[in-house]
Every structure is written in structure tokens, then in C-alpha cells.
């Protein structure tokens, strides 16, 4: 089965610099990956897809890569701000049915002033 | 965009007892999907509830532990049956929009004592 890998420590890190969360996952090719902001008591919020055949993907300050050949995406958040501060999730398609997820167990982002 | 609504957003139960989560979306959907998030855990699919046919269940949940109803295609409950303090987690709903993204409801935080 396939399976997913996030950074489990905390990400803490200071205002204004650059965050980076690293998202795995083995034994399967995705046509998509997606990046999601869940917030304590929240449901995840989508902040980003990108596709197999795409590198790169940008959105204001966030920015998301997708190496199919190492299995890896990573997410940047530039210019941190301390409202920045969640956990990010990433996620797979299940492939057989549009919409059905697996995700990272997510890594917790602390951004102080 | 889809805006969704579950109800309860939180709930203590006792064991033994059954919880049914309501999820009510403001358009019409095609699928819908349950998800469970234990506590420090991330996000796993129960099943994807359809309208018209039989929810389909993923690899460890039943449906007599997790009866799914979808009388409409804007509407669906998720029973959580015989309940047990394993079954303490977060429960989501879910649809698809378009090619792009999954968006969540806020989730019902269950605790079973």
C-alpha cells in the first residue's frame, strides 16, 4: 500500500524567513498531490494542487514542488507571518475516484515574531 | 466553491451508544466522503457516500459499525455504532470540486467515555 511521510517534528521557525515541508510517499505515482492548512479544531482548508506533469506551483507566498522521479513534494511558505502557524497536510488521489484522499499525517508550522 | 455544514460539532457519548453526524452541503454533489482524524493522527477515509447506491467502505471500516445514509445530493449522515473510547476522533465529510480541490466541513469531535 502506499504510504505517505511528513515531518512529525514541529516546524518552528522565525517571521519573515522561508518554511519548507517535505511530503514522501512510496509505491504509487499520483497524478496529483495537493497541500492543506488545517488549523486546531479545523477542518483541512486546500491551499495548493499540482499535477505529475508540473514542477512547480505558486500562490502568493506559497510555492509547492513535485519530483515524481524521488517521490517528493516540498511546500514553501516565504516571508513568514506569524498567522502562517498550522499544520500542513499533504495528500495523494486514491486514483480510482476523483476526490478520495490519503493523507500525511501533516507537519505542525510555528512561526514566532 | 461549496460551503459545509456538520452537525454536531462535538459530542460526549457514552460507550455503547450510537452518534449520528449530519453533513449538508449548499449545492449538488455527486460523492461525499467520511473521513476519521485520531487524535495526533491525520485524516483517514472511511467510505464515499453515494446517492442512490450503497456507500462504499474502505479497507478496515464496516458498515454496521459506520452506516452511511444519502438521501440526496445534498445530504448525508454517518452513524458511528456500538460506540467504544477507540472511536474518540474527529469525523469529516468531504466533496470534491471540480478538478481542483476537496473542501471539509469544520468535523465533529467525538469523545466516547
Known amino acids: 500500500s502506499q504510504k505517505i511521510e511528513q515531518n512529525s517534528e514541529a516546524l518552528n521557525i522565525q517571521e519573515g524567513k522561508t518554511a519548507t515541508l517535505t511530503c514522501n510517499y512510496t509505491?504509487?505515482?499520483?497524478?496529483?498531490l495537493q497541500w492543506y492548512r488545517q488549523d486546531p479544531g479545523r477542518g483541512p482548508v486546500f491551499l495548493l494542487l499540482?499535477?505529475?506533469?508540473?514542477k512547480e506551483k505558486r500562490k502568493e507566498r506559497l510555492k509547492v514542488t513535485f519530483d515524481t522521479t524521488l517521490k517528493q513534494s516540498l511546500f514553501h511558505i516565504t516571508a513568514s507571518q506569524p498567522a502562517d502557524s498550522a499544520t500542513y497536510l499533504c495528500?495523494?488521489?486514491?486514483?480510482?475516484?476523483?476526490?478520495?484522499?490519503?493523507f500525511g499525517a501533516g507537519t505542525q508550522v510555528v512561526v514566532t515574531p | 466553491s461549496a460551503v459545509i455544514s456538520q452537525k454536531p460539532s462535538r459530542d460526549i457519548c457514552q460507550r455503547g451508544t450510537s452518534l449520528t453526524i449530519q453533513c449538508q452541503v449548499d449545492?449538488?454533489?455527486?460523492?461525499m466522503f467520511w473521513y476519521r482524524q485520531q487524535p495526533g493522527q491525520s485524516l483517514t477515509l472511511i467510505a464515499t457516500a453515494n446517492q442512490g447506491s450503497e456507500a462504499t467502505y474502505e479497507s478496515g471500516f464496516v458498515i454496521d459499525k459506520f452506516p452511511i445514509s444519502r438521501p440526496n445530493l445534498t445530504f448525508s449522515t454517518l452513524t458511528v455504532s456500538n460506540m467504544s473510547p477507540e472511536d474518540s476522533s474527529i469525523y469529516l465529510c468531504s466533496v470534491p470540486s471540480g478538478d481542483t480541490e476537496a473542501f471539509f466541513g469544520q468535523g465533529t469531535r467525538l469523545t466516547v467515555v
Open positions: 449545492s449538488q454533489v455527486t460523492m
Open positions: 495528500a495523494l488521489d486514491l486514483s480510482d475516484s476523483w476526490g478520495k484522499l490519503q
Open positions: 509505491n504509487y505515482s499520483p497524478a496529483y
Open positions: 499540482i499535477r505529475e506533469n508540473e
